[in-house]
């Protein structure tokens, strides 16, 4: 069932490149940004999956929205230290905002009480 949402397999896709990202930065900040990193990239996997699955999904979906923000934050402090390159940056930026209109609309659906499930 989860993978018949687009925004699912998504965010499934980014969230394993993340993972292989996040483990080239320096030891140093293993335990602090990128750990934050990680933590908020699953937990917006997990806040997508409770939308799925929840007929309550307005909360999760502004949730999801809101660790958006606060990842894109994380990533532009890693491009700023030079952890990524610009082009993963990039990259990043375009899976971040392809995300944040695919939840924007879920949401506006969600708010105007036409489900998109």
């Not at 993963?88 to 949401?107: H, S």
Request: net charge positive; charged share 25%.
């Amino acid at each position: 069932m989860l993978d018949d949402y687009k925004i699912y397999r998504l965010w499934y896709d980014f969230t394993n490149w993340t993972i292989k990202k996040v483990d080239t930065f320096p030891k140093s900040v293993r335990y602090s940004v990128s750990a934050r990193i990680m933590d908020l990239t699953l937990t917006i996997m997990e806040n997508i999956i409770r939308s799925i699955y929840n007929k309550d999904r307005v909360k999760k979906l502004d949730e999801a929205n809101l660790h958006l923000k606060i990842l894109s934050t994380f990533w532009r402090i890693a491009l700023d230290n030079k952890w990524i390159s610009i082009r993963n940056y990039d990259y990043i930026c375009e899976q971040l905002n392809i995300f944040g209109k695919m939840t924007g609309g879920w949401l506006k659906s969600e708010q105007s009480g036409q489900s998109l499930s």
